[in-house]
């Protein structure tokens, strides 16, 4: 809920000082060599399109994203039976026989059709490969001899650029994808006049057709939706505009020769609930051509810049700054306490990936926000919610990017329809419920099968996502806009809970802890369960949510008493089981894998604040335990995870060590469910493969370690590690109930802060260990 304004008290704010304006570092991502692989590449991005150029100096590739290239199409894979099975599922559960209920689930409990295996459910898809190849006139094609290579992204100017030189000539690109023209712009220049030789190609791995018209190189398809092929319509229309030299092209490339500098321009778009694409796309394309290189630049950045300079984050400057990237990730491995800019450097990377991958109107970002450089994403590039979409959208309220989880919410609206008719064809319940995947078709059917998919909860867990926004906002006309899809939710969870014959409690049934299993008694083991810890949280979340929703807009008082009678008879938000952990499921069942990847049981401690250290201190405790026997290690969102979950347990030091295994360079690929989380050269995380979850899991949980407002009061610096607190200064991160805090400390104590709100308004505190009331000030 929001923060309280407690009245009466007035406490003047001590030690205002100066605080940094906006962005005075350089953050950059910097490199000596050409990328080998893509996961070398510097993403670019601008909330709709995406950029990867790997700085090749002969061949390059860029590859082209579009966040609206999915496959598939609505469907309806409603098994309208499967209600049928109810009864004897959870008659099955309650005699302890969940594999027997498990094998009816499998049978018919399921979605019907391929689920996730393929269209119509589809898949984020790459948009194209724009190939550039170069020509150096008086070499030898085959071996090119470069100097002073170096290729850099920067993160202030949402800009890469690649420098080297050839025979004594500096060629320079610079790349961005407009937030002005909503186009992809490369600009190659060479220092001597007529040395540009190059061609440009346009291609896709299938569905894809290129050709020339004019002096304009297109690549169209449409992709296929799983019933009559005609899905997704996309076009990617490229033009070159030169000083000196000449532009001629063949039937599938402009080929360009003796020029000084080339602009190259790439506008491209979806049918994807925009009919009018191709009269967007000619129309971009044409204000690109004609403004100027440098003022479209520059109204770029502005634009850009409007959102990331709003924090600035400063732990101190480091000798490692002078260390290209990926050597700076190996020294950092072997003396992470001598770089405390990267922390500094991933965190606003994090932001810079939000501002990148999502924007209003638009979809939120994906399994791996919107840059993918395959036709098949790995798990569909999809929208997973047992932890992936969710925490992808934590980092944007507190880093100050409210606006960014409005995707997420549209996103929802749209499932909501078709939840309702799952919510009747599985448990004949009302409202809408959404179980493990989802795409931008609003799929919200168990997945296909028992062991993952049936886990209930996704609509619940989303629910608390849209809630966040709320309660950073304090906005009631959004409130009053998500209150029905809240609702929706509640209506479901509360006509299917079920009481527990031995505990009285009321629980879900059929359903799983996210991807874990159980040994029964008998060493057999299961998934399917009743009453896993994070269903009895997430709902214990939401229906006090609707609770505060209702009073704050003042409906429905009869539905919110319904919920508060029922949140009585839920579950506590942890049973300390025997060995001192928090409970995973409803019976003190052994877990098959100690160490898996999924923390489902410690959604109470984060992002909900069911379990404090301050309010809940012997379930901290045991959440503490959790952590330690599940272990530091995962994919890297499950590391992610883990740094939030310490820092709410107030331990820096060991959220560092997590960081610090975030960190971990690797160039793996292969899809990873254990340990061997890590980073690629380019920052992206590495679960492996790339998965922006934990991009965005660490940005949200270095922001917790220096600031958190969940439990009624803004906590400054709760949880930084001994290596952060000799000096640092923040400025612009955001409390709930819409404050804006900036602070500066030395030896781990607040020497200096500001926090700033709309309306002056009285705000509580925790400061140097501290509780106070303080006037926040008119921003
Ligand atoms: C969840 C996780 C996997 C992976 C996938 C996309 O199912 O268990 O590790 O992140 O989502």
Not at 42 to 48: D, I, S, V, W
Not at 350 to 359: A, H, N, P
Request: neutral net charge; proline residues 5%; glycine residues 8%.
């Amino acid at each position: 809920m929001p923060i309280k304004t407690p009245l009466l008290i007035t406490v003047m704010i001590t030690g205002i000082a100066t605080f940094t304006q906006a962005q005075t570092k350089q953050l950059k991502l910097w490199y000596k060599q050409p990328a080998q692989r893509w996961e070398e590449t510097l993403a670019l991005g601008n909330g709709r399109l995406g950029m990867m150029p790997d700085g090749s100096i002969t061949s390059e590739k860029v590859v082209l994203n579009d966040i609206t290239m999915w496959s598939g199409s609505s469907q309806d894979a409603n098994n309208y039976e499967a209600y049928k099975q109810l009864p004897e599922i959870r008659r099955l559960l309650a005699a302890g026989k969940n594999v027997e209920a498990q094998a009816i689930i499998d049978k018919s409990f399921v979605c019907t059709g391929k689920g996730s295996g393929g269209v119509p459910f589809g898949c984020f898809q790459m948009l194209g490969d724009l190939n550039i190849n170069y020509q150096y006139k008086g070499t030898d094609d085959k071996q090119i001899r470069f100097e002073n290579y170096e290729r850099e992204l920067s993160l202030n100017n949402a800009l890469a650029k690649t420098t080297f030189k050839i025979n004594g000539v500096t060629y320079k690109r610079e790349y961005f994808t407009s937030f002005g023209d909503d186009v992809d712009v490369i600009k190659l220049s060479a220092d001597k006049p007529g040395m540009l030789n190059l061609n440009i190609g346009i291609t896709r791995p299938e569905r894809g057709l290129t050709s020339t018209t004019g002096n304009e190189l297109d690549l169209i398809g449409q992709l296929d939706n799983g019933t009559d092929g005609k899905g997704v319509a996309y076009k990617a229309a490229v033009k070159a505009k030169l000083t000196g030299g000449s532009l001629t092209t063949t039937p599938t490339s402009l080929v360009i020769k003796d020029a000084t500098e080339v602009l190259i321009y790439v506008s491209a778009g979806t049918d994807f609930k925009n009919p009018q694409y191709l009269n967007k796309l000619n129309k971009d394309m044409g204000t690109a051509l004609a403004k100027p290189y440098a003022l479209q630049k520059q109204q770029h950045i502005a634009n850009f810049q409007k959102l990331f300079n709003r924090v600035n984050v400063d732990l101190g400057s480091s000798e490692a700054e002078k260390l290209t990237t990926d050597q700076r990730l190996i020294a950092f491995r072997s003396n992470p306490d001598a770089d405390n800019a990267l922390p500094v450097l991933f965190y606003q990377f994090g932001r810079y990936l939000s501002i990148c991958s999502t924007r209003v109107g638009l979809l939120p970002p994906n399994l791996q926000g919107l840059w993918a450089n395959e036709v098949h994403t790995p798990w569909n590039g999809d929208y997973h919610l047992d932890i992936n979409i969710e925490m992808n959208q934590w980092p944007v309220e507190v880093s100050n990017l409210s606006e960014l989880n409005l995707p997420l919410a549209d996103l929802v609206k749209g499932m909501v329809p078709h939840g309702e008719k799952t919510a009747k064809a599985y448990y004949n319940a009302d409202g809408w419920v959404a179980h493990v995947i989802t795409n931008p078709w609003g799929f919200t059917e168990p997945g296909e099968s028992a062991s993952w998919g049936v886990c209930k909860v996704g609509s619940g867990w989303l629910c608390d996502n849209l809630w966040q926004h709320y309660d950073f906002t304090g906005d009631k006309n959004y409130l009053k806009q998500i209150y029905p899809i809240l609702k929706g939710a509640a209506q479901f969870y509360n006509s299917m809970l079920i009481s527990d014959a031995k505990t009285g409690w009321l629980v879900t049934s059929p359903s799983s802890s996210p991807e874990n299993s159980f040994y029964l008694p008998d060493g057999t083991h299961a998934s399917i369960c009743m009453g896993p810890t994070i269903d009895n949280q997430i709902i214990r979340q939401l229906f006090n949510n609707v609770i505060t929703a209702s009073k704050v807009l003042g409906k429905d008082e009869a539905f919110s008493k319904t919920l508060a009678a029922k949140v009585k008879k839920l579950p506590p938000p942890g049973v300390i089981a025997k060995d001192g952990r928090i409970q995973e499921w409803l019976e003190d069942y052994k877990e098959t894998e100690p160490q898996h990847r999924h923390v489902s049981h410690l959604y109470g401690l984060f992002p909900a604040a069911q379990i404090t250290p301050e309010a809940t201190p012997a379930l901290a405790e045991a959440a503490r335990k959790t952590l330690e026997v599940r272990g530091d290690d995962g994919p890297s969102w499950s590391i992610a995870y883990k740094i939030l979950w310490w820092a709410r347990l107030h331990d820096g030091n060991r959220t560092y060590k997590l960081f610090k295994e975030l960190m971990k360079p690797t160039i793996k690929t292969d899809i990873n469910y254990g340990a061997g989380g890590g980073v690629y050269p380019n920052l992206l995380s590495a679960g492996p493969p790339f998965q922006i979850d934990g991009n965005f899991g660490a940005e949200a949980g270095i922001a917790e370690m220096l600031i958190q407002s969940h439990a009624g009061f803004i906590d400054f610096l709760p949880s930084i590690p001994d290596v952060w607190k000799a000096q640092g200064e923040v400025k612009g991160l955001k409390a709930r109930g819409n404050f804006t805090v900036d602070m500066k400390w030395r030896d781990g104590k607040v020497t200096a802060y500001k926090v700033t709100s709309p309306t002056p308004r009285m705000v509580k505190v925790k400061i140097n260990g501290a509780v106070k009331s303080i006037m926040a000030t008119k921003a």
